[in-house]
């Protein structure tokens, strides 16, 4: 079964295009593993606050739109 993409992890899409990041960029400034970042954005695993922080930070995507 296939997870829906939240609000948030859309944006996070959007934003990694409309900055020109891609996964590697976003790793480098958060200190995350490429994997790791792609399955919190894609909705298949779930991480604590601070990780979805640094992650929206980097990408300058409201945390209000996650979960």
Do not use: F, H
């Not at 409309?18 to 298949?44: A, F, H, M, P, Q």
């Amino acid at each position: 079964m296939k997870r829906k993409l939240s609000p948030w992890g859309k944006q996070c899409k959007i934003q990694m295009v409309v900055l020109g990041k891609k996964l590697e960029d976003v790793s480098k400034e958060t200190n995350l593993s490429r994997t790791y970042i792609s399955s919190i954005i894609n909705g298949r695993i779930y991480a604590p606050d601070e990780t979805v922080q640094a992650i929206s930070n980097a990408l300058d995507v409201d945390i209000a739109l996650e979960r």
